[in-house]
C-alpha cells in the first residue's frame, strides 16, 4: 500500500489542490510556483501514486492522494 511519506510536502499540497478540480494555473497562483512547475511535480505524484491522470486522484484513498490528516 501507498503512504503519504512517498510525497514530498510540496507534491502533498499540489495533489490535494489538483483533488480539488483547481487548475495548474490556480495552484502555481496559490502556492506561488509556475503552472510548468505544477505540471513537473504532478507528474512525480502521478508515478509515486501509480496513476496516469488528474481525475485518478479522485479514486486515490485521501491518505495517499495528499490530503492532510488531523494531528
Known amino acids: 500500500m ?3 511519506s512517498q510525497l514530498t510536502a510540496q507534491e502533498t499540497q499540489i495533489a490535494e489542490l489538483a483533488r480539488e478540480d483547481h487548475s ?4 502555481g ?3 506561488f510556483i509556475s503552472p510548468r512547475t505544477i ?3 504532478l507528474d ?3 508515478t509515486k501514486l501509480a496513476i496516469s491522470s488528474r481525475n485518478e486522484l479522485q479514486r486515490v484513498p485521501p491518505s495517499e492522494a495528499g ?3 488531523p494531528v
Open 2 to 4: 501507498l503512504r503519504v
Open 24 to 27: 495548474d494555473p490556480e495552484i
Open 29 to 31: 497562483a496559490q502556492l
Open 39 to 41: 505540471e513537473y511535480h
Open 44 to 46: 512525480k505524484v502521478f
Open 67 to 69: 490530503e492532510t490528516q
